[in-house]
């Protein structure tokens, strides 16, 4: 069916009357300052995530309304009120405090989406502690390498993950000083060489004073993939609590009487910003369920839970509509008002299924680890161009850029200012939750930046209305069912399976999850490509990596193809696969 390239908003499609109504008057009417004003701010200037997220709530009248409200299959719900909510967090800072670890230490949490993740964030960041939610379907090899980078003094898990994926690799930690498990079965952790949670916290005292951090003190560090082996560690300061309040009212439009529900897990940025963050300062109540997609359940959570807004990710609209309409049609969602996306391209057949199938359009956005908060989006505040990611937000200015030279160090580069031409994206710097630094890297963030421009990677065109529309990234940065995965690592991996010569990792395009992790290998003398080796070798990688990270196919080649300086030609690998033009091939090994 021909669908019209605009979805237009009318009053009828606001439940509640939107904080943003006029595009251009909006952004105009708008500074960082002004923002910051919703906000309370500690004595003598500062600011802290976690007081203004929760303390702030918990002494109004919104201390007994539900902050967050836990589901899972097999467990009982469990409700945090926002006074409750402060009581834990103060517990957990104090458990923080007596274990000697305090302002600028950094604590590592890897946990499924339990209650005991969220107060450990909140009540670190009170404490003053960097914090790193670890997404906990990542392998021993994942989880070990960024508690190396981030040299982590504590960590909080489970004590099946500790079993599973950290007792045996903990000597690659030595800085961990304290592991703090939580038992899965509600009762007391024993592991040797580690604390329990529940104990520590029982013996806690639950009032606390938030330690004064300032705008521009580590709050975050969130670990990104890029093309090299190294994951790479984006510092977020306590001051990106203005973008983190500003976007979810503007973005998300969130109201203090919604039933919110951000389906990312904290492991990832979203799951953090707009799973944790940006919700409670708004004082909604958030819902937050620990199982994996499953369509059946997630309909019947957004009808029963009555949800207003639901922010959640392009892979899991497409397996709804996967799903079929059939499912759809035995739920009701009258409560929903509002519904937006983010991480990767979102289809405009999927912006229609949402108008079609849950009666609203669904809202695009981007952003990315490094911007901290939602930049570029679709808001109730303008119609919407299905496939576009929307216009910049209130104290956001994006532009297109090309660069003078491909390698220039530092970039330099031209604003193009013609309307439909593809360059990088680039926004203005200066906004609040801009991350600060890749850790133990300057060279590489300092290669981010041209003036006062942010590169962001991505590849992408503006058009005439100012809307955005995303073509690729200018990198080899796998995106697979939202998640950034690093080619390099999933290499290094797989070249330490024994039959491994080299390998080469390409993202290769799918329709449901975006792209797949495929693996090109070649094999050391005395190997044979078959399928049991195949087997074994995707093996050794799920192990290692988890099945998050691991290839999901791969395929044996004699050689792969190289630069002359010996690097493996991903861009090359790809192109055969999708049997694209070979490009320039140039400094191709052997080449012309
Ligand atoms: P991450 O840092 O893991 O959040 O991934 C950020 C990257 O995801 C961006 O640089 C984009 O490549 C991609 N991305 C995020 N949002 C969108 C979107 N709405 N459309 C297309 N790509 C997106």
Redesign the pocket.
């Known amino acids: 069916m021909e669908r019209p390239p605009v979805i237009h908003k009318t009053a009828a499609d606001f439940r509640l009357p939107p904080h943003w109504t006029d595009y251009q008057g909006g952004r105009s009417a708008f500074s960082w300052d002004a923002a910051r004003g919703g906000l309370r701010g500690l004595p003598g200037g500062g600011l802290n995530i976690g007081f203004e997220a929760v303390d702030r709530h918990a002494e109004t009248a919104l201390r007994d309304q539900t902050a967050l409200h836990f589901v899972a299959r097999n467990s009982p719900a469990v409700d945090l009120s926002y006074g409750e909510l402060a009581r834990q967090t103060n517990r957990f800072a104090n458990v923080l405090q007596g274990l000697g670890v305090g302002k600028g230490d950094r604590l590592f949490v890897l946990a499924g989406r339990i209650p005991e993740l969220y107060l450990a964030v909140l009540g670190a960041l009170k404490n003053g502690t960097v914090v790193t939610p670890l997404f906990s379907a990542f392998g021993p090899e994942p989880i070990a390498k960024r508690i190396q980078l981030g040299a982590g003094q504590v960590l909080v898990t489970t004590d099946s993950l500790y079993r599973r994926k950290v007792k045996l690799w903990r000597q690659q930690m030595p800085t961990l000083r304290h592991v703090l498990l939580v038992a899965e079965d509600g009762g007391i952790s024993n592991e040797p060489d580690t604390l329990d949670w529940a104990t520590l916290m029982a013996a806690a005292p639950d009032t606390f004073t938030t330690v004064p951090t300032q705008p521009d003190d580590p709050a975050l560090l969130h670990f990104?993939s890029g093309t090299t082996g190294t994951p790479k560690g984006a510092l977020h300061v306590h001051g990106a609590v203005v973008t983190h309040y500003a976007t979810g009212r503007y973005a998300l439009d969130l109201h203090p009487q919604d039933r919110y529900w951000c389906t990312a897990d904290p492991g990832?940025?979203?799951g953090t910003s707009y799973g944790i963050i940006a919700p409670l300062l708004q004082g909604v109540n958030s819902l937050i369920d620990r199982e994996e997609f499953d369509a059946q359940r997630w309909y019947t959570l957004l009808e029963q839970e009555g949800i207003t807004v639901w922010y959640t990710a392009p892979t899991a609209i497409r397996m709804l509509m996967k799903a079929g309409v059939a499912l759809a049609d035995q739920h009701r969602w009258p409560a929903l008002r509002f519904v937006a996306s983010?991480?990767?391209?979102?289809n405009p057949e999927a912006v229609w299924w949402g108008k079609e199938v849950l009666g609203l359009p669904i809202h695009?956005?981007?952003?990315?680890?490094?911007t901290g908060g939602i930049m570029i989006a679709n808001t109730p505040a303008f119609d919407i161009k299905p496939g576009s990611?929307g216009r910049p937000l209130p104290g956001i200015e994006a532009c297109i850029v090309e660069h003078l030279e491909a390698e220039d160090e530092p970039p330099r580069v031209r604003v193009i200012d013609r309307p439909d031409v593809e360059g990088e994206l680039a926004l203005k710097a200066g906004w609040p939750s801009m991350f600060r630094g890749y850790l133990n890297n300057e060279a590489r963030y300092r290669k981010c930046f041209a003036g006062d421009l942010y590169l962001?990677?991505?590849l992408a065109r503006v058009d005439a209305d100012g809307y955005y529309w995303?073509v690729g990234?200018a990198d080899d940065v796998i995106?697979s069912a939202g998640?950034?995965i690093g080619p390099f690592e999933v290499e290094s991996v797989l070249m330490e399976h024994p039959a491994v010569a080299e390998a080469g990792v390409i993202g290769k395009p799918d329709p449901m999850v975006g792209e797949v992790v495929k693996a090109f290998v070649s094999l050391k003398d005395g190997y044979a490509p078959g399928e049991a080796l195949r087997l074994d070798i995707m093996a050794h990688a799920r192990k290692r990596l988890g099945a998050a990270v691991a290839p999901k196919e791969i395929a044996f080649l004699p050689t792969l193809p190289r630069t002359r300086s010996g690097k493996i030609m991903r861009r090359l690998l790809k192109a055969r696969e999708l049997g694209l033009p070979e490009g320039d091939t140039s400094t191709l090994e052997g080449g012309a």
């Open positions: 990104t990832w940025v979203t983010v991480g990767e391209p979102l695009d956005n981007w952003w990315q680890t490094e990611m962001t990677g991505d995303f990234r995106k998640h950034l």
